[in-house]
């Protein structure tokens, strides 16, 4: 397998609860190098970009709505296989269906704050990755 590199979101509930820390100890423990890192405050301009692939859904502006309520950490991970690595320890997007030991099943609130967001494809994690990172800003 090859080293890749895929993009994480600690949403808003987990910040509010102080969980940045447990949940990059749970990626880091899983095998991902956590090689860029940003706390911020998305703005709306930014959850609607994000998010545009959702612009039809009726969830649409509750999603942005609730990605700019507070805090978040974008991250860029590295390691094997790093996409479906990271899908894996974060859960099922329903924390009810998640596995046990998973970031979703441990702190989810619901399946709308459900803690995490991490890239599904290789090719959604390069434009997700510079839509929040300067390559100057990896320092893997």
Do not use: W
């Not at 320890?89 to 704050?113: F, H, L, V, W």
Request: net charge negative; hydrophobic share 40%.
């Amino acid at each position: 397998m090859a080293v890749t590199r895929t993009f994480s979101i600690i949403k808003p509930d987990a910040t509010r609860r102080n969980l940045t820390g447990a949940v990059t100890k749970m990626l880091e423990e899983a095998g991902l190098r956590v090689v860029a890192s940003k706390r911020m405050r998305m703005t709306r301009d930014q959850a609607e970009g994000f998010y545009a692939v959702h612009r039809e859904r009726p969830f649409f502006n509750d999603l942005c709505n609730f990605m700019t309520s507070g805090p978040v950490v974008v991250q860029v991970l590295e390691g094997e296989n790093a996409v479906a690595r990271n899908r894996e320890i974060m859960g099922a997007t329903n924390p009810a269906q998640a596995d046990e030991g998973t970031i979703r099943k441990t702190y989810a609130e619901s399946i709308e704050a459900n803690s995490v967001h991490g890239s599904d494809s290789d090719e959604n994690a390069k434009i997700e990755i510079n839509f929040f990172f300067k390559p100057e800003e990896i320092v893997g």
